[in-house]
């Protein structure tokens, strides 16, 4: 058995794609901030971390915990103080067009409409492509999230999850091998977000599952269905990983079928098990 932080190659027991190929490397990173008369306020620490090529990883913990913050040291927005993080093989430095973000509360110009919110940012990250290009991907995308028809709506004009899945569609349509989602349906209702979790893998598997993606959530069902591997994090300051857990479910995943399963069951109290294992049902 591999400990549980190194890739899974080759490794015929295991419910995973068989990983060859490294996307993300989070080396012994620690992210320390500061701040005026506060001094300095460790948020994660040594934290390390090997992500494949097309694998879906969730991260989980108490609020505060620091998830967001190694987030944004893959993204390039937070830089280590100490360590580093390798994606596609290359230090990160900064963000860049391999490494797309989409947050919980969308990110979309207000002033732009649906289709215009898309093509700006395929137009700035993909300025070599041609105009009939350009359009072709923002068509593509928009009609995969099924808002084709919505094209010309303001963001204001939208519900939540329609505004998350025009979020989707610009980080898919601007392709970046790395996707990264910080809580991306914390807001939504169970329903829509359930129909955001299909819309989200309908998009992974017509990328013939090639896009390595990073979620941030606190929704332990959520993180089951989608990944392959749960990271649980410790709460901070100075947090560091509590355990990794692989998710030992085939794919396609029916969510319906699935938690009937004893894995899941065993899996589902494991998460809830490390999250919550301070306090009782007296609490
Ligand atoms: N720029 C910053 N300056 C100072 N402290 C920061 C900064 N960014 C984050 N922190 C602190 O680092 C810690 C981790 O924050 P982070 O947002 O990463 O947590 P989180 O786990 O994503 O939280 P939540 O689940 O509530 O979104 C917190 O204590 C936060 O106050």
Same mark, same amino acid.
């Given at each position: 058995?591999?400990?549980?932080?190194?890739?899974? @190659?080759?490794?015929?027991?295991?419910?995973?794609?068989?990983?060859?190929?490294?996307?993300?490397?989070?080396?012994?990173?620690?992210?320390?901030?500061?701040?005026? %008369?506060?001094?300095?306020?460790?948020?994660?620490?040594?934290?390390?971390?090997?992500?494949?090529?097309?694998?879906?990883?969730? *991260?989980?913990? /108490?609020?505060?915990?620091?998830?967001?913050?190694?987030?944004?040291?893959?993204?390039?927005?937070?830089?280590?103080?100490?360590?580093?993080?390798?994606? =596609?093989?290359? $230090?990160?430095? %900064?963000?860049?067009?391999?490494?797309?973000?989409?947050?919980?509360?969308?990110?979309?110009?207000?002033?732009?409409?649906?289709?215009?919110?898309?093509?700006?940012?395929?137009?700035?990250?993909?300025?070599?492509?041609?105009?009939?290009?350009? @359009?072709?991907?923002?068509?593509?995308?928009?009609?995969?999230?099924?808002?084709?028809? /919505?094209?010309?709506?303001?963001?204001?004009?939208?519900?939540? %999850?329609?505004?998350?899945?025009?979020? *989707?569609?610009?980080?898919?349509?601007?392709?970046?091998?790395?996707?990264?989602?910080?809580?991306?349906? %914390?807001?939504?209702?169970?329903?829509?977000?359930?129909?955001?979790?299909?819309?989200?893998?309908?998009?992974?598997?017509?990328? =013939?599952?090639?896009?390595? *993606?990073?979620? $941030?959530?606190?929704? *332990?069902?959520?993180? @089951?269905?989608?990944?392959?591997?749960?990271? $649980?994090?410790?709460?901070?300051?100075?947090?560091?990983?509590?355990?990794? $857990?692989?998710?030992?479910?085939?794919?396609?995943?029916?969510?319906?079928?699935?938690?009937?399963?004893?894995?899941?069951?065993?899996? /589902?109290?494991?998460?809830?098990?490390?999250?919550?294992?301070?306090?009782? @049902?007296?609490?």
């Amino acid at each position: 058995m591999k400990a549980n932080n190194e890739l899974l @190659i080759d490794d015929s027991s295991s419910f995973h794609k068989i990983v060859t190929e490294k996307s993300i490397d989070i080396k012994n990173v620690t992210v320390s901030f500061k701040s005026k %008369g506060k001094g300095v306020f460790t948020a994660v620490k040594d934290i390390n971390l090997e992500i494949g090529k097309g694998e879906i990883v969730s *991260i989980i913990g /108490h609020s505060g915990c620091g998830k967001s913050t190694l987030m944004n040291t893959i993204s390039g927005m937070v830089s280590p103080s100490s360590g580093e993080v390798i994606a =596609n093989n290359k $230090v990160v430095t %900064g963000p860049g067009p391999d490494r797309g973000i989409v947050f919980q509360n969308y990110s979309l110009l207000p002033w732009l409409t649906v289709y215009k919110n898309v093509f700006e940012a395929v137009d700035s990250v993909l300025p070599h492509l041609s105009k009939a290009e350009k @359009i072709e991907l923002v068509e593509k995308n928009l009609n995969m999230v099924n808002l084709w028809e /919505h094209k010309d709506k303001l963001p204001s004009q939208l519900s939540g %999850g329609m505004k998350q899945r025009v979020a *989707i569609a610009r980080a898919f349509s601007i392709n970046p091998s790395i996707l990264l989602l910080d809580e991306p349906f %914390g807001a939504l209702d169970a329903l829509t977000k359930g129909s955001m979790h299909i819309e989200l893998l309908k998009l992974w598997n017509l990328d =013939n599952r090639n896009k390595t *993606i990073v979620m $941030v959530t606190h929704d *332990i069902e959520e993180a @089951i269905f989608l990944s392959d591997r749960v990271v $649980v994090m410790n709460n901070g300051p100075a947090a560091t990983i509590k355990e990794i $857990v692989d998710i030992p479910l085939a794919r396609p995943r029916n969510k319906k079928d699935i938690i009937h399963l004893p894995e899941y069951i065993e899996v /589902h109290d494991r998460l809830l098990n490390l999250l919550f294992d301070k306090f009782s @049902i007296e609490d």
